[in-house]
């Protein structure tokens, strides 16, 4: 197994571009596009049996094995595609997944045990009255294309010998009848086979034990006929004239002349090297690199302070063209680390399928934009949040084909998932065309579950009545299902992709059907700032959260409770003091209201520094989760500066 | 000692034949991913022996084969195959292929096939 380590980082990542495309193809194969999708299934589960086999993994290899004699009664037509048999192949894939998983973490697929699914295979095919033929293979390439014989020799009769040979092919030759092919094909190269045992239609068929008997025409010589006849495990080649020679001349292996004549032609053409196009880089590598064009950023920030203190005017210069590499290299890093939605993209046809199924429901989905881009890191949890909306969209939004049809809708649901760059943002759509949102269930059940008090819910907008279902804790579903309330909840969801900086917004049409838009920005590594001073410590407040920047009047401040307030534009606003960070300010002036979803406040502060698009580091895992700080940037001058949550503080 | 190209769908693969051949001494002239790939290529390199996958998309490795023993009639191609692919092999060998190797790959089995195929 040792040898094979250096290949399982390869193995993994190319059997899970097969694992992803044989389970698109599954699907495909159901939905009735046949021939392609077949094709496609042979090719993946003929790569994953190949690659398992070369690795050593042989429960991997079993089980693809098994699959693969199935797709081959499904292709000759002896067997219909049934949403059981694809269940069926589903769940193998699912496993060659969790094999795969197991291969990755460093394990050889032991631990994950195919009988199961083997057996299940094995049964299907019996059931069908189907042995898979000894391997018959349904040739992938039209038979009727003979191919072109190898251009006979050209006899001159008269200089020919006839002899006898006899061949034994090697008894541990797995293929020994096409090592019998080969030879024979050799020696037509060199003279003309009069009779053999066993014939040439027997081998096709392969008859063959090992030991073969010819009786070949030639002027090339006992010797040239030897070597045409050996080869890789040919173990024995035997040969004596039948018929004396009139004239019998050791010509030259016609074969040996012509590659001395490709020989050189070879050495003339110019060398030319591969062009190496795409290479693949573990993302840690990748992380390790961004997190090195950051330092580079803060160092070179640094150095211009340095060359602007001591105004050196040579380094001043310098660093301006170390500034522009440091700038592209930056963008370009970005762009390295964009994947496309792809990704998770395609996972999502098959939980449609499953969900729909589960539920008895009839679904249309459908995928626009997987071209789309995103920063890996915002990828990563997007993930989960999308999972389960999509989930939702099919469990809770799509009818059942009978209530559709009385509702005077086709039986089959559409849902469509959409993505496209708008701007800065990525927008991710999310449509149904299902029962939309019941506003009177889910008031009903915010006031069942504490949220709000009949009275309230009475005065509730829709847009307040949807809101509720972000709310933690709150679930319309009548019972728990196995599909999407899995004790996560819109809230879980929501929280999810506000991490990532990202909105989520929902529009309802009762019986018509939902949208749901999650807005994304393509990346989270960089973040637009306000750097501000208070009591002479920096802080930084991302722009996108800051709604206004006011003048702050001390005398105007309100005491309601224990907090403070001002009122500002008809509203009231609670004052956030950040004395607990930085101690006390008595030259506070200026305010900066913030805003998280409808809830506002303000921060007082003593100067506004300025804009600056800076590099959010996460603190290390020794801090902890520090309410109210997302990260710390580093400035130019070297000082690192706390960049305020304003989600967790509001 | 041969300059060969490699046509294989999977990177993977392509590794595992690439750094077998280089233990033997042979140089790697290119690789291509499937069979029209491999066409192109061999027509762009000109390499002393193939190895040549079957199943490949595009245009699998019997009909990129025959396209290249139709350009070449002196090409040396060696099919990759596997247990129960017999059918196919011999079909790719009636259209000229002169060996064949078999998955997963012993190195001295495919080295010995690559040097019995370049000498002949």
Not at chain 1, 238 to 254: L, M
Not at chain 1, 467 to 495: E, H
Not at chain 1, 541 to 567: C, M, W, Y
């Amino acid at each position: 197994m040792s040898e094979f380590e250096a290949y399982r980082g390869l193995f993994v990542a190319e059997s899970r571009e097969n694992h992803e495309n044989l389970v698109k193809n599954l699907l495909l194969l159901e939905l009735g596009s046949y021939q392609d999708a077949i094709d496609e299934i042979f090719r993946s589960i003929h790569t994953l049996k190949g690659a398992s086999a070369s690795m050593g993994f042989a429960n991997m290899e079993h089980l693809c094995h098994s699959m693969e004699d199935v797709f081959q009664l499904i292709r000759s037509g002896t067997a219909e595609i049934s949403p059981e048999l694809v269940n069926l192949l589903l769940a193998c894939s699912d496993l060659i997944e969790q094999m795969l998983d197991d291969v990755e973490a460093g394990g050889d697929s032991s631990s994950k045990n195919p009988a199961e699914q083997v057996n299940a295979l094995k049964e299907w095919i019996e059931q069908r009255g189907g042995t898979i033929k000894a391997k018959t293979e349904v040739p992938v390439i039209p038979t009727e294309a003979q191919p072109p014989e190898e251009p006979a020799r050209d006899i001159r009769t008269e200089n020919c010998v006839e002899y006898g040979m006899q061949i034994t092919v090697a008894s541990e030759c797995i293929m020994k009848d096409v090592r019998a092919m080969l030879a024979l094909g050799n020696l037509k190269s060199v003279g003309t086979i009069l009779s053999m045992n066993p014939t040439m239609e027997a081998i096709d068929e392969g008859k063959f034990d090992g030991r073969l008997e010819l009786v070949i025409a030639s002027d090339a010589g006992e010797e040239a006929l030897k070597t045409a006849a050996s080869g890789t495990e040919i173990t024995e080649v035997v040969i004596s004239p039948v018929k004396k020679p009139d004239v019998v001349t050791a010509n030259e292996v016609p074969g040996s002349l012509k590659k001395t004549e490709t020989d050189k032609k070879q050495s003339q053409a110019p060398d030319k090297t591969r062009e190496i196009k795409n290479l693949r880089v573990d993302i840690h590598q990748l992380d390790h690199i961004m997190n090195l064009v950051e330092d580079l950023v803060i160092n070179r920030g640094r150095l211009k302070q340095i060359a602007e203190q001591h105004k050196i005017k040579e380094m001043d210069e310098a660093i301006g063209m170390v500034d522009r590499s440091v700038s592209e290299l930056q963008n370009l890093m970005m762009i390295i680390r964009m994947i496309p939605l792809n990704q998770i993209f395609n996972r999502l046809p098959r939980v449609v399928r499953d969900v729909a199924q589960y539920d008895g429901k009839d679904v249309d989905f459908f995928i626009e934009g997987g071209e789309t881009e995103l920063d890996r890191s915002v990828m990563d949890g997007l993930n989960d949040p999308l999972l389960h909306l999509i989930r939702n969209a099919v469990n809770h939004g799509i009818e059942s084909p009978d209530s559709r049809e009385k509702a005077g809708k086709p039986r089959k649901g559409y849902v469509k998932l959409s993505a496209h760059r708008d701007r800065d943002n990525v927008i991710i759509e999310l449509i149904d065309d299902g029962a939309g949102i019941n506003v009177d269930k889910v008031k009903a059940k915010g006031i069942e579950r504490g949220l709000i008090s009949a009275e309230v819910a009475e005065t509730f907008t829709t847009e307040q009545a949807i809101d509720l279902l972000f709310q933690p804790g709150f679930s319309t579903a009548d019972k728990i299902s196995d599909i999407s309330g899995r004790g996560v909840g819109l809230d879980v969801v929501k929280r999810s992709i506000e991490a990532l900086k990202g909105t989520i917004r929902v529009e309802t049409n009762p019986g018509k059907g939902s949208r749901f838009e999650l807005l994304l920005p393509p990346t989270m590594a960089i973040v637009d700032v306000m750097i501000v001073r208070i009591n002479d410590k920096r802080f930084g407040i991302p722009i996108s959260s800051i709604v206004e920047v006011a003048n702050f009047k001390r005398d105007e401040t309100h005491q309601i409770g224990k907090g403070e307030a001002i009122l500002l534009r008809d509203e009231v606003l609670q004052i956030l003091w950040l004395n607990e960070m930085v101690g006390v300010s008595k030259s506070c002036e200026i305010l900066i209201v913030v805003q998280y979803q409808k809830r506002k406040c303000c921060i007082p502060v003593d100067v506004v520094e300025g804009k600056q698009e800076v590099v959010v580091k996460p603190l290390s895992g020794f801090i902890g989760n520090t309410r109210g700080v997302s990260g710390v940037t580093i400035l130019g001058d070297g000082g690192v500066v706390p960049v305020i949550d304003v989600n967790t503080i509001v | 000692m041969g300059k060969i190209l490699i046509v294989d769908d999977t990177l993977f693969m392509r590794t595992l034949l690439k750094n077998i051949l280089f233990s033997g001494g042979h140089t790697i002239a290119g690789e291509a991913g499937d069979g029209e790939e491999g066409i192109a290529k061999y027509k762009e390199l000109k390499p002393d022996l193939v190895t040549m996958d079957i199943v490949m998309p595009k245009l699998n490795g019997i009909e990129a084969l025959k396209a290249i023993k139709e350009f070449d009639p002196a090409a040396r191609i060696v099919m990759c195959t596997a247990v129960g692919q017999e059918q196919m092999v011999k079909l790719a060998i009636k259209s000229g292929a002169k060996g064949y190797i078999i998955k997963p790959f012993q190195a001295p089995k495919v080295l010995e096939e690559v040097k019995n195929v370049l000498a002949s």
